[in-house]
């Protein structure tokens, strides 16, 4: 059983996990080695102190050296469910279970609005995770949202299982395969009784499907921890960085604005601080 | 009339500083140009993201170029009062009176408990501040206890004045003045009825003085706020890092532990977003 769980590897995450490795915790955290595509795309960073103006692929390259100078490592690994359970932490990344005394969740902010039908029909058609669930879609057709390049890995995997993909991201794909069709209508809609039947477009035109993939930066708290306590899509914490399930710390975005750098890693700070005097006790 | 007033050049203070300048808000910043003493002193900072591994000094090398760069200007006042009244603050700083709609507090933390007696004789002998109160001790007896160097000026100036100092500093002082007598002994208590009339030390001496002037990186925030709400000595904030009194907002140490830069760096955001905010409505 690990002391912590880190999930995500903004600067939230590599903030705390920075004091984790510092207090010898026994921690894996899960992430991108890019650790986050926000600060990539960020165009200005100006008031991170230390750091002067810089662009966001320089300072993304300044938190990768301190990552590997400090010699963390990062488990590529998508988290899509957290069970609290007997005052322990059952992760599942990967369709694999890890458990552990505390969690950390960095996970930023959805800032999209979810597709209609998509709450109703996760775990029925609708996944967050290709690695997870793609075996369950070989020879069929799915649809695929993506907001982030760093999933295209995954949607290449889909690409290998499915007969056909229709695929909608909201950047310029890299993606060449025969059966993939990109486009950049929008899914707004989820149609299914049981069972994912069709998808609609903001053109208007519904696709039959058998299956949706959400892939996307960050997942809707409440998904990703049942009982978790949020407001405003925001998890609730007070200024130890805690949560309301004892143990479960949370920092960066996803705890609500303003959206910057500096907060992400003050916060992350915090957490892992709270996170070292929980294990104390 | 300032839209806000940073008391304070450690890390929250520059953190605030950086953000209101970008959202370009009339402000004056009250501090030391060596922002901070703390920082100074750091053997080393591992856990700052983004900068891997350096010494205190280099880590205050690059916030003084961060504040060069943005054109920061730092106002070398010691603020000793500020007031809340009228839906605004006022705020002395080395005995003149600076006005604004908002005040971020970045005022460290006083580590070293109170001398006994010094909250009763504060105004009556003893005295924060140098500037303001160094004439009142023209030809006279005063102890000055110091703990950082960056106030060595001011120690001077009191030796210009007075007849005679008993000078207790924390550190190796470079003071040489004929009528400067410094000592390692500290002074656990001051004594007097309606004025002080003399100081003990610890070694159990007690030496008659008219005056105490105690020169330190931080302030009490109720001696400096009258009305400040306050819990185990820290300045008790919300997750906007808003008081208790409105318009008025506090970052790093003073607001709790862990006494991390980056936990102060991130409050310092938000608290200037918190202003931005404030002023906005």
Redesign the interface.
């Known amino acids: 059983m690990y002391d912590c769980i880190i999930i995500g590897s903004g ?1 939230g995450g ?2 705390a996990a ?2 984790l490795k ?1 207090y010898r915790k026994d921690f894996i955290w899960f992430g991108s080695k890019d650790l986050s595509d926000k600060v990539m795309k960020a165009e200005k960073i ?8 810089m662009s966001g692929t320089k ?1 993304l390259e ?2 990768q ?2 990552m590997e ?2 010699g963390l490592e990062i488990t590529e690994k998508t988290v899509t469910n957290v069970v609290y359970s007997g005052g322990r932490f059952m992760v599942l990344a990967d369709n694999e279970f890890y458990e552990a005394k505390t969690v950390i969740l960095a996970i930023g902010v959805v800032a999209a609005k979810l597709m209609e039908g998509e709450e109703r029909l996760l775990g029925k058609g609708v996944s967050y995770c290709a690695t997870c669930d793609g075996m369950l879609y070989a020879g069929k057709r799915i649809a695929v949202v993506c907001n982030a390049p760093k999933f295209e890995h995954e949607v290449e995997y889909l690409a290998d299982l499915a007969s056909e993909v229709l695929y909608y991201p909201t950047f310029e794909s890299r993606v060449e395969r025969e059966n993939v069709t990109i486009s950049r209508d929008v899914p707004t809609k989820i149609q299914g009784e049981k069972r994912v039947t069709s998808v609609t477009l903001q053109s208007k035109t519904t696709v039959p499907v058998d299956g949706v993939f959400c892939l996307r930066n960050a997942i809707v708290p409440t998904k990703l921890i049942p009982g978790i306590r949020v407001e405003d899509a925001h998890v609730v ?1 007070d ?1 130890q960085m805690a949560t309301n399930l004892p143990g479960c710390f949370a920092a960066g975005d996803c ?4 959206y ?1 750098f ?9 957490a892992a ?1 709270g996170v070292i005097s929980f294990l104390a006790t």
């Open positions: 600067p590599l903030s920075l004091n510092t100006a008031n991170y102190p230390g750091l002067p103006e300072f300044r938190l050296a301190h100078n400090a914490v200024r705890t609500g604005r303003p910057q500096a907060k992400a890693v003050g916060e992350g700070n915090v601080h």
